[in-house]
């Protein structure tokens, strides 16, 4: 083989980094590759290469200026590979180019010109039943990750005032923030928007974590015609968001301003566990993760509310709907370099309580009582299975299943502006019917 691994050794320890895989096999042959894709994210970037068979990598990331290259063993260079030059989006906040070459005979060397100094990590996938074969996945963190509720503050500071827009009060998390980045650290940063001319002293924020399921590499179910789940439930979640945010809600120990934050904005994959971590970094009040059902049988329909079980599911249904849901860390790609403590990880999960199921099954049942004036339920109750997503501590959590999309008909729904603003208006609705009998934490 061509490539000196001496040289690269002290070629890399120049440049202040050296990062491997090894333990794989001498390769006789290259490795045909069978797809080239980049997510872009505000969380992270991911790059993945798919082949026929597992590949090595080594990459170096050089900080002046910031770029990273990588060397792909067993590889040979094709127009694929050169197809991920064009695949570059201009809002990349991490990527700002790409070029490839054949470095060797075996070896494809990568180069990514960054827009930010990254973290690098790495992992290769064995296939996943029919849906990939070997991939490798190349993602760009940030050296500082985002902070949720971070960036959920920098949005309130960018949005236009609205007509039930206050600023936050001392006490509020959320307003503590708030008070902190009055005084931008970076000048041009735009303005808060400004206050009232008399606010309300007890009016505060409330946080409700909107999730669209699966995104990226999963991209859920597919409907006969071609819907893809990921990106009918982010429409139906933005569409919530928008919806939430224009919303005051009245108690009596003060007023709230609702406001919705998204798990993912956008096409990438985020896995089960930073999901619910993100809820509760934003201290959210309710969670909704938003599906689309899927069965072998087309003639299944109508829409679900799931709940977390901490024993058995409340039917069979709900155990193979639990099953497919928790494939999608699986099909995404988790990568466990990423889950820093494992241990937190799963005590987090063992944290879920008989009070957080029961206040879901409350909210639940009020969005399944306004859901059923949209149309069809397939189950007149609130089913219950472990979901990973739902094991969130202290912050009620359901999974709706918006419709079938693998029924012909509900595909053609969930693809309609009509259906989709009226189960949004009916998601909104139900949340405030929850929040009628169950006040709003203070």
């Known amino acids: 083989m061509s490539f000196d691994l001496r040289w690269h050794r002290r070629d890399w320890l120049q440049a202040g980094l050296v990062l491997c895989l ?3 096999s001498t390769w006789t042959r290259a490795a045909s590759l069978l797809g080239v894709r980049i997510w872009p994210a505000r969380d992270y970037t991911r790059v993945t290469i798919e082949s026929d068979s597992p590949l090595q990598v080594q990459v170096q990331f050089i900080d002046q200026p910031p770029r990273l290259a990588v060397d792909i063993q067993g590889l040979v260079l094709d127009q694929a590979l050169r197809d991920l030059v064009g695949q570059v989006r201009p809002d990349d906040p ?12 075996t070896v494809v060397r990568l180069v990514f010109d960054l827009r930010q100094a990254v973290r690098p990590q790495w992992l290769n996938l064995p296939p996943v039943e029919a849906v990939y074969q070997h991939r490798l996945l190349l993602d760009l963190f940030p050296l500082q990750a985002i902070d949720p509720l971070e960036a959920l503050i920098r949005e309130l500071r960018q949005s236009p005032p609205g007509p039930t827009r206050t600023a936050p009060t001392a006490g ?27 606010p309300r002293g007890n009016e505060r924020l409330a946080v409700i974590a909107i999730d669209a399921g699966h995104g990226g590499e999963d991209p859920g179910a597919i409907g006969p015609a071609g819907t893809r789940e990921k990106d009918v439930v982010l429409a139906l979640a933005m569409k919530l968001r928008d919806r ?34 993100k809820a509760h970094q934003v201290r959210a009040e309710l969670f909704l993760s938003i599906h689309a059902d899927a069965f072998f049988q087309p ?25 497919r849901e928790n494939r999608s860390d699986a099909i995404g790609g988790l990568s466990q370099i990423r889950v820093s403590d494992a241990q937190v990880r799963e005590a987090l999960f063992d944290m879920s309580t008989s009070v957080q199921i029961n206040h879901s099954l409350l909210l639940g049942q009020e969005l399944l009582g306004q859901m059923r004036q949209v149309g069809r339920l397939h189950k007149p109750q609130v089913e219950q299975a472990g979901f990973a997503v739902l094991r ?15 029924n012909p008909l509900e ?5 309609t502006g009509e259906y989709q603003d009226a189960l949004v208006q009916a998601l909104h609705q139900g949340v405030l019917a929850f929040f009628k009998r169950h006040p709003i934490r203070v």
């Not at 005084?183 to 001319?197: E, F, I, M, R």
């Open 172 to 198: 509020d998390p959320i307003a503590e923030i708030w008070q902190r980045q009055q005084t931008p650290a970076n000048p041009s940063s735009p303005p808060l928007p400004p206050a009232p001319a008399e």
């Open 411 to 415: 595909e053609i729904l969930l693809n």
């Open 299 to 323: 003639q299944a329909r109508g829409a679900s509310v799931f709940a977390l079980s901490q024993g058995a599911a409340s039917s069979a249904a709900a155990r193979w709907m639990a099953q």
């Open 94 to 105: 991490y990527i700002a180019a790409v070029r490839a070459g054949q470095y060797s005979a």
């Open 244 to 277: 939430i945010n224009q919303t005051q809600v009245r108690q009596k120990h003060g007023d709230f301003q609702l406001r919705a934050f998204l798990t993912r904005d956008g096409d990438y994959f985020v896995p089960l566990h930073v999901r619910v971590q």
């Open 392 to 406: 969130s501590p202290e912050i009620p959590s359901v999974l709706v299943e918006s419709a079938f999309i693998s």
């Open 22 to 24: 090894s333990g794989y």
